[in-house]
């Protein structure tokens, strides 16, 4: 079975520091995907950044960047300069396209980022 | 916005009530789910259908019951439900179940009193 952990239920940081989310995951797949969306308050789920398994430069996305450790199964989001408008949930999440073939998310971190 | 839309954003129902959540996506895409977003649990995979056939039931129990007449339309149909079915229902698509990448819609908090 796939699993999904984000340790870090809550967190909160000032307006232009950086902060890292972290997650782990467990799979025995060796084809596989990461990621982690955004959920700002009521509103809607969105993509933030993706990782191949294969690659093993780490993605970046402007602000959003990952450390992928895969022989860690780690896989942490650092947002810098951190704006008022990154204030969400974020889920951490796994996809294989082999086997099951679908999205195992993480329990989500509440991040606050303070004026 | 994402181009996918859920009806309506917020419902209450009683445990006797009968009623209806609606999803419409409009990115062309053939695969569609359910899932259900409690406080500090991890996203359930409720569905998931695939040009309209359904192609995995989670363990969902039978109160809910979902319809997809075609692949832009998603229901899910709500009888004798229980408090703790209360979260927030969130509709997604994507190209296909192989494609990873799914579009979520803004949900619908359900309340069950």
């Known amino acids: 079975a796939q699993t999904v952990t984000q340790s870090q239920p809550e967190m909160s940081v000032q307006e232009a520091e950086t902060v890292t989310l972290s997650c782990t995951y467990d799979?025995?797949?060796?084809?596989?995907?990461l990621f982690w969306y955004k959920q700002p308050p009521s509103r809607q789920m969105i993509l933030v950044i993706r990782q191949e398994a294969y690659k093993q430069q780490n993605a970046t996305e402007n602000r959003f960047s990952v450390n992928f450790q895969k022989a860690a199964k780690s896989f942490s989001l650092k947002i810098s300069d951190s704006q008022l408008g990154d204030t969400a949930m974020y889920f951490c999440a796994l996809f294989s396209n082999q086997g099951a073939q679908k999205l195992v998310f993480g329990q989500g971190t509440r991040l606050t980022i303070n004026p | 916005e994402t181009g996918v839309t859920q009806t309506p954003r917020h419902l209450v129902m009683g445990m006797t009530n009968k009623k209806s959540l609606k999803c419409e996506q409009h990115?062309?895409?053939?695969?569609m789910y359910w899932y259900k977003q409690s406080a500090k649990k991890p996203l359930e995979l409720m569905f998931v259908?695939?040009?309209?056939?359904?192609?995995e039931n989670n363990s969902v129990p039978s109160r809910f019951s979902p319809e997809c007449p075609n692949s832009s339309h998603l229901f899910l149909h709500l009888h004798t439900l229980q408090p703790e079915d209360s979260a927030l229902y969130l509709c997604?698509?994507?190209?296909?179940?192989?494609?990873?990448?799914?579009?979520f819609g803004p949900g619908t908090r359900l309340t069950v009193t």
């Open positions: 259908y695939s040009l309209e056939e359904r192609v």
């Open positions: 799979t025995s797949e060796s084809n596989y995907y």
């Open positions: 997604a698509s994507s190209q296909g179940t192989a494609d990873y990448e799914q579009y």
């Open positions: 990115l062309g895409h053939n695969a």
